[in-house]
């Protein structure tokens, strides 16, 4: 066997070139036979039928291709040189695709696969698979059975190729043809369509156009009594200043009760345009797509309430806090989240003791508990009687029942990223992710309505409100709360003073935002446009709920503070 790394350049004959020399009747080494120079035999191989040198039997002996084969030293070999079988050339440029710079020499019978000298090595050795040097044995491939078989092989699949392909041809033929018929039906229904579509479009314009000409007339209305006021002050404070000044007493007595009386009354007209309200819209797709033309009289709703100017003025007084911490916690308690079930069961997670928590408000103790492996963090109620809770490190979903104060696992939602904020809204979803930043609207089963997903919008969205016409969501990182309509379409951003946390709209459409570096809780305007302080010197408020039944404000504090242990309420004037 040919030592590797050798190339056969020429090719020396071992049989006796004249009967009678005394050189030629003496064994040579056969692999060095074929290189030069020429060698005497120090042994023999019998798996390669060759002779060998002293270097090349204690190479044979090393190699991993040829340290199992059987070796006879000088006393025991045949005394006559075995014929020379002709060899390919050793010239290989085929690399491995495994590594590049080796190039490929060997076959690997068992794997049927082509290797280099280091997959021999690493892969293919001698005591797990037969492997063979290509140009040993690639000579006997010239004229074999083999080879014609392949090559009929070949042959045939050619045929079979040019066949599909005829086929094909024709298939494309009858495929045109159908895509021509369906081109003309699909024009013709799409006619007829845009003209029904054409007239619910004007309809809808129509409607949003008359809301918002309703909203300019009231706001003129305000705008024109805003302007009378200070004129109506002036004209008095003129009148007052000049009837003391000329020392008119009867007129000046007159006048100063005149103004005392103008200013009850403007001061309760003042108050009233302060509290003036526009009407908030936006347009919801009609889903009944496919009766459309039949049964839809619109091509959507504009469905909406009002949206406050300004925010009212509120006093906050804490009434009461509840103890969350419980016997079998292993942690400090940290709430992340809350959610009412009913006006007396509050679900709250402990991300820090793995844990779902049942509050009964009522008793002001915690009636049951759920630990896991994994930490929850926000929570959500479904139904009367089901939560959902996001598990960020399994990118779950988890779906529980509350029934006699136990809480059951129903299903797993698997998401795609890190989940944090959940909210659910009848029938749909709304969470957040950190990982990748984003939010999505979902399906309860999954399937993906709506994606927002750009940087400069969200980093780190970690908290969710919703109501019927608009979504808010709090970023950790970008120090905002921004509005989505259900399209996922902008509407509005608040740029907070500090980091925000948990948030929770009120029944109004004003939310109520966390700050935990600031010991505050701030209520914002539904349109995004102002803000003030609600509660303060509250200890890292990190969740937050609303009752508007009661007008009660549920908060946790942050894992770094004593107050963690507890869920402090906090009464708000109307």
Same mark, same amino acid.
């Given at each position: 066997? /040919? ?72 006393? !025991? ?13 050793? !010239? ?83 495929? !045109? ?29 129509? /409607? ?77 797709? !009609? ?149 990748? /930043? ?116 549920? /908060? ?19």
């Amino acid at each position: 066997m /040919a030592v590797p790394g050798k190339k056969a350049i020429k090719q020396f004959s071992s049989s006796t070139t004249s009967m009678g020399s005394d050189e030629d009747l003496k064994l040579y080494c056969q692999p060095c036979d074929r290189d030069g120079p020429r060698r005497s035999a120090h042994g023999y191989c019998k798996n390669c039928s060759e002779h060998l040198c002293e270097a090349c039997f204690t190479f044979h002996k090393r190699h991993t291709l040829s340290r199992h084969h059987t070796l006879l030293d000088k006393t !025991n070999m045949p005394q006559t040189m075995s014929p020379v079988t002709p060899k390919q050339s050793d !010239n290989f440029t085929k690399p491995c695709p495994k590594h590049n710079i080796e190039m490929i020499k060997f076959y690997c019978h068992d794997h049927k696969a082509q290797v280099c000298s280091v997959c021999v090595t690493l892969e293919h050795t001698a005591t797990s698979c037969k492997v063979n040097y290509i140009s040993d044995i690639s000579g006997r491939t010239i004229n074999s059975k083999e080879c014609q078989n392949i090559l009929k092989d070949l042959n045939d699949m050619a045929e079979r190729s040019s066949k599909t392909f005829q086929d094909l041809k024709k298939m494309s033929e009858v495929s !045109n043809k159908f895509l021509a018929e369906a081109l003309t039906d699909i024009l013709k229904f799409r006619t007829k369509i845009n003209q029904r579509l054409d007239e619910m479009e004007r309809q809808v314009k129509d /409607a949003a156009k008359a809301i918002q000409e309703d909203n300019s007339k009231n706001l003129k209305i305000v705008e024109t009594a805003c302007r009378d006021v200070p004129k109506s002050l002036k004209t008095c404070s003129d009148a007052i200043k000049q009837f003391n000044i000329s020392k008119e007493a009867n007129d000046l007595f007159m006048e100063l009760i005149h103004a005392e009386q103008m200013i009850k009354e403007l001061e309760k007209s003042v108050d009233k345009l302060s509290e003036f309200e526009v009407k908030e819209y936006n347009f919801e797709p !009609n889903e009944v797509i496919s009766n459309l033309l039949e049964k839809e009289k619109s091509l959507g709703t504009l469905k909406g309430g009002t949206l406050s100017s300004a925010l009212r003025s509120r006093q906050s007084s804490q009434i009461d806090k509840i103890c969350i911490k419980t016997s079998k916690d292993r942690c400090d308690c940290w709430v992340t989240a809350m959610t009412f079930l009913t006006p007396d069961l509050l679900i709250i997670t402990d991300n820090l003791n793995c844990a779902i928590k049942i509050v009964d408000i009522s008793k002001k103790s915690v009636k049951a508990k759920k630990y896991f492996e994994i930490s929850p963090w926000d929570v959500t109620s479904v139904s009367e009687n089901e939560v959902a809770v996001t598990f960020p490190d399994n990118k779950t979903v988890e779906f529980f029942s509350v029934y006699r104060n136990n809480l059951k696992q129903k299903h797993t939602l698997n998401v795609d990223g890190k989940c944090y904020g959940i909210v659910c809204h009848r029938d749909k979803m709304v969470v957040s992710y950190c990982k990748p /930043a984003k939010v999505q609207i979902l399906l309860s089963n999954g399937t993906v309505l709506q994606t927002i997903q750009n940087e400069n919008i969200f980093q780190i969205p970690e908290y969710i409100t919703t109501n019927d016409n608009c979504i808010y969501v709090s970023d950790f990182y970008m120090k905002t709360v921004t509005k989505l309509n259900w399209q996922c379409d902008v509407k509005g951003k608040y740029v907070c003073a500090d980091v925000p946390r948990g948030l929770i709209m009120s029944d109004d459409g004003t939310v109520f935002v966390c700050y935990c570096d600031s010991n505050i809780i701030e209520e914002i305007s539904g349109d995004c446009s102002k803000g003030q302080v609600v509660v303060k010197d509250i200890q890292n408020p990190q969740s937050v709920y609303w009752s508007a039944e009661t007008c009660t404000l549920y /908060a946790s504090s942050s894992f770094l503070t004593k107050e963690r242990h507890f869920i402090k309420l906090f009464k708000l004037s109307k």
